[in-house]
């Protein structure tokens, strides 16, 4: 299948329908929303849309977000979007693992929305190459 081009596409992976749907309010107009309800559904979501950002659970029921994270790295058009994993569970380990599987940043639960807008925005307007050397940020110093 032909990848449809949504200009200012965002995908939002969530098990939890609140989350999606103020996320969904909370950046709205002017991107377009794709709405997932596990890892699974974002992955498909980005086969078939290019997107500008990507939100990810980071606990969602068949596929979590740092599985998602990786495969939707590995799609074409996605190799510097920035990907953004949302946790309630953030430790130097999970920050490891998701800059290991592509993760722009890991941005903690519970959030406000308009924390979450104003973190994410940036990433957005900075473009892709920023979301590549802010992912090498994440990596603890070995």
Not at 34 to 42: R, Y
Not at 109 to 126: H, N, T, Y
Request: net charge negative; aromatic share 6%; glycine share 6%.
């Amino acid at each position: 299948m032909q990848p449809t081009v949504v200009q200012r596409g965002v995908i939002v992976a969530d098990d939890s329908p609140i989350i999606r749907s103020n996320v969904r309010g909370a950046l709205g107009e002017p991107w377009h929303v794709f709405l997932a309800n596990d890892g699974a559904e974002a992955v498909e979501f980005a086969r078939d849309v290019s997107a500008e950002l990507v939100l990810l659970d980071f606990r969602m029921p068949r596929l979590d977000g740092l599985e998602a994270c990786a495969l939707i790295r590995n799609l074409p058009n996605y190799a510097t979007v920035p990907i953004v994993l949302l946790t309630a569970y953030d430790s130097t380990e999970l920050r490891r693992h998701a800059a290991h599987a592509g993760a722009t940043t890991v941005f903690g639960k519970p959030f406000s929305i308009d924390v979450l807008r104003e973190a994410v925005l940036p990433l957005i307007a900075l473009g892709r190459d920023a979301a590549a050397s802010r992912r090498q940020s994440m990596l603890p110093d070995t």
